[in-house]
């Protein structure tokens, strides 16, 4: 992190002092309205065409429905419900999608969005989800191993990274290590919970 902070320009401070100001960055960061949100979600949808070009090569055999997901975000209905994020799997006969919740789109800088895009869709959750339901997974392993899904998604963002989609790009590179220290965190915070 410290090395991908000083490539941007972020020399002084301690490396938590140094990702809030990249958060706080106005270089990445969509304006609070439709507009911004639209340009969020079609930015995560031109990633998304990326990473849909490289499922067939790294995992042969993923059904073509597979690939057919989109991004969008929450309608007004959704937001009036206070609907939080959610993902619809893809079928053989029916589009799949990621509905991403920009409500405070403050804390969604765009160096953020490509690890979303991997993690949530390809070849992250939906690949695998659609996969584990045609497999017929026992109910017991899929109503209690709810890490093995997590962990999927987590190695799908890594695997990104290690395919060179966040190469030469730092701000890229620390959004994948935003994301891995939010879900380490969280997995801390629900092992001492329960």
């Known amino acids: 992190a410290d090395r991908a902070l000083r490539a941007l320009g972020f020399a002084r401070g301690s490396v ?13 960061r969509y304006d609070d309205d439709d507009t ?30 597979c690939l057919d997901v989109r991004v969008r975000r929450l ?22 999608s990621y509905v991403v ?5 403050a804390r969604r800088p765009s160096w953020t969005l490509p690890s979303v895009v991997h993690h ?18 026992h109910p017991l392993r899929v109503q209690w191993l709810g890490a093995f899904t997590e962990a999927w998604a987590t190695y799908a963002e890594d695997h990104a990274a290690s395919d060179g989609a966040f190469a030469d790009r730092p701000e890229l590179q620390l959004g994948l290590l935003h994301w891995l220290l939010f879900r380490a965190l ?3 915070a629900d092992t001492g919970l329960h």
């Open 16 to 28: 938590g002092e140094r990702f809030l100001a990249l958060a706080d960055d106005a270089r990445w």
């Open 75 to 96: 309608d007004a209905t959704e937001i009036a419900a206070n609907r939080p994020g959610f993902r619809a799997l893809p079928t053989p006969t029916t589009a799949g």
């Open 186 to 188: 969280r997995g801390l």
């Open 101 to 105: 919740d920009l409500r405070d789109i």
């Open 120 to 137: 949530e869709l390809l070849p992250g959750h939906l690949l695998q989800l659609p996969l584990e339901a045609a497999a017929d997974a």
């Open 36 to 65: 911004g949100r639209d340009r969020a979600v079609a930015d995560m949808n031109r990633w998304l065409d990326r990473a849909r070009g490289r499922v067939p090569l790294d995992f042969p055999g993923a059904p073509a429905w």
